[in-house]
């Protein structure tokens, strides 16, 4: 094993589950799990101003706007829980993001990108649940909660998102491709970067390849 990493960066499709990993991976390090859609969805919630110009881009599958992401994003990560490391879920998803990011790091991070197809995705996120207050995500078959409807973590309900409908699910596909997949180059350039194929294997399997990688 190399020295444990600082900047963790999971890279991936909409589903092919980032959430899930960084829950696990967060026990493990004791590092923030910043989840850029998770802070979103808590915005939405307290109907600040953030949360109502991001609910209108994310209820339609686009993007929320990189000068907002950035702001909320560096505020977030100048919290002292962030000193000494953190996993980044769900951000950067432009180039514009990710150029800004990197002129942030003091370390070099480690980028682990998910690769999953489109079938298993539709699969996955057409059955999912999630808790509505600390966005741990749950699937109906494969990852059920302990008591039905009712967070294993933090004992929140559980929910379905609103942008999991299947027409909202294709649209945030096709903005992966178009705005997020160019990523995989850039960083593939620059940092230590590795690729995880996740649809034949079960969470606990794609957890043991992924902290192989520290
Ligand atoms: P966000 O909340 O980040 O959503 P996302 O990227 O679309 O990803 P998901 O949370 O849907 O999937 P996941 O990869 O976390 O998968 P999960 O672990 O849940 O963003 C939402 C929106 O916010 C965006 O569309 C955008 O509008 C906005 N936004 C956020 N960040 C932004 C940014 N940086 N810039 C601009 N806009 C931004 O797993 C999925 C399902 O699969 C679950 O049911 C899970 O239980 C199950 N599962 C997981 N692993 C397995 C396995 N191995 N086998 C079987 N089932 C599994
Ligand atoms: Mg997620």
């Known amino acids: 094993m190399n020295s444990l ?39 939405i919630k307290q109907k600040t101003d953030l949360g109502k110009q991001a609910k209108e881009c994310i209820d339609q599958g686009h993007l929320v706007p990189d000068p907002l992401i950035l702001d909320m994003v560096f505020k977030r990560l100048s919290e ?39 079938e298993l ?18 699937h109906r078959l494969y990852s059920p909660p302990k008591q039905p409807e009712v967070c294993d973590r933090c ?8 942008d999991d409908s299947q027409e909202v699910i294709l649209k945030r596909l096709e903005i992966y491709s178009l705005q997020t997949e160019p990523l995989l180059k850039f960083y593939s350039e620059r940092h230590r970067f590795y690729t995880i194929d996740c649809s034949q294997k079960n969470k606990e399997q794609i957890y043991t390849e992924l902290v192989s990688f520290f």
């Open 5 to 43: 990493p600082h900047v963790i960066i999971l890279l991936g499709a909409p589903g092919s589950g980032k959430g899930t990993q960084a829950a696990l991976i967060q026990e493990r390090l004791h590092l923030p799990h910043i989840s850029t859609g998770d802070i979103l969805r808590n915005q």
């Open 80 to 118: 002292p829980d962030c000193a000494k490391g953190y996993i980044l879920d769900g951000v950067p998803r432009t180039i514009p993001q990710a150029e800004a990011l990197d002129t942030f790091f003091t370390s070099s991070p480690l980028i682990i990108n998910f690769s999953l197809p489109k």
């Open 121 to 138: 995705i539709l699969e996955r996120l057409s059955l999912r649940i999630s808790c509505s207050q600390c966005g741990q995500p749950y």
């Open 155 to 162: 004992q929140g309900p559980l929910i379905q998102r609103p």
